[in-house]
C-alpha cells in the first residue's frame, strides 16, 4: 500500500524554527522527485520546495528562500522540510508529494503548521 505519512508539524511562535517529515511507503521513493505544498485557509495549495530523486537539485518558493530547506534520506524513505524563522504567514497544511515520469503521483494526508504569537 502506497503511503506518505507528515509528521512534526504542529504550532510556533514568528521567528521560530520547525522540521515536518514525510516517510514514504509501498513504493520505490528513490525514483520520485518530492515536494511540500502547503495550503493556507481561503487559497490555493502552492509549492514551497522540490528535490530530485538524488537530492542534488532542489528549488523554493520565493517567499521560502533562505528560510527553508529541503533534504531527503533515501536509506530512510524519508523527506524533510526544516522551516526557520516562521512567519504567519507560513501558517497552513503541508503536504508531501512524490511524483515520477512515468505520471504515479502520490500524496500525503497534510499536516498543519501554524504560526502565531
Known amino acids: 500500500q502506497v503511503q506518505l505519512v507528515e509528521s512534526g508539524g504542529g504550532s510556533a511562535q514568528p521567528g521560530d524554527s520547525l522540521t515536518v517529515s514525510c516517510a514514504a511507503s509501498?513504493?520505490?521513493?528513490?525514483?520520485?522527485?518530492l515536494r511540500w505544498y502547503r495550503q493556507a485557509p481561503g487559497k490555493q495549495r502552492e509549492l514551497v520546495a522540490r528535490i530530485n530523486s538524488n537530492g542534488e537539485v532542489k528549488d523554493f518558493a520565493d517567499s521560502v528562500k533562505g528560510r527553508f530547506t529541503i533534504s531527503r534520506d533515501n536509506a530512510k524513505e524519508t523527506m524533510y522540510l526544516q522551516m526557520n524563522n516562521l512567519r504567519p504567514e507560513d501558517t497552513a497544511v503541508y503536504y508531501c508529494?512524490?511524483?515520477?515520469?512515468?505520471?504515479?503521483?502520490?500524496w500525503g494526508q497534510g499536516i498543519q503548521v501554524t504560526v502565531s504569537s
Open positions: 509501498g513504493f520505490n521513493c528513490r525514483r520520485y522527485g
Open positions: 508529494n512524490a511524483a515520477n515520469y512515468a505520471g504515479n503521483d502520490y
